[in-house]
């Protein structure tokens, strides 16, 4: 049986939902994420979030997924063909940081809530991760180099790159945090291309 086709109503209603969820979070946080805020934010009654998603937690989860799609896929178009890891590293913050200036809501959903909206060895959780390794680990390092993701290697890469879009967030650092993309690029080479033993 095909699946039944969404009416542009229906759309545009389901669309209001989840950007309304997406600026309850990113502006207030998890904890204030009531399906009844999100309704208001929406402009709809709370039984209408219910005709598009089966609990609060899929509406979370299915909005969680479908950010940290579309930040994957721009990554991906971003970064495709780069062949020296240096390079890569830096376009994939300028990415990052690019994606933060022009939705820092929907950055903040996805990168920032904690704790995470969804459990994090899902999928969509893990994309981005599993996109920038197996990305990297396919160039060769520069002359002197080596590529080290270890474990606390890429927890501190993903520190790095997350520190300034929080703290803009957070009303610490002046924005816009494309202006931060070549120092954090630095600083994550550092990380991830120390110098051979």
Excluded at 93 to 103: N, Q
Excluded at 164 to 180: C, F, K, M, S
């Amino acid at each position: 049986m095909p699946a039944r086709k969404e009416s542009p109503t229906r759309l545009a209603t389901r669309r209001r939902i989840v950007d309304a969820a997406i600026k309850v979070v990113g502006e207030s946080g998890l904890h204030e994420a009531s399906v009844r805020t999100i309704a208001r934010e929406a402009g709809c009654n709370e039984a209408v979030i219910y005709h598009h998603f089966d609990s609060k937690n899929a509406m979370q989860e299915e909005v969680f997924a479908e950010v940290a799609i579309e930040l994957a896929d721009s990554r991906r178009r971003s970064t495709q063909g780069e062949s020296d890891p240096r390079a890569f590293i830096r376009i994939w913050i300028e990415e990052s940081y690019r994606f933060y200036d022009e939705r820092p809501n929907a950055f903040a959903y996805t990168l920032l809530a904690f704790p995470s909206i969804i459990d994090i060895a899902a999928d969509p959780y893990t994309e981005n991760s599993r996109l920038f390794e197996s990305s990297i680990t396919a160039l060769r390092p520069p002359v002197g180099r080596r590529l080290d993701l270890t474990p606390v290697a890429f927890s501190a890469f993903r520190a790095a790159v997350i520190g300034p879009p929080r703290d803009i967030h957070a009303g610490v650092l002046e924005g816009p945090a494309l202006r931060y993309a070549e120092p954090v690029s630095k600083i994550a080479e550092a990380i991830l291309l120390p110098p051979l033993v």
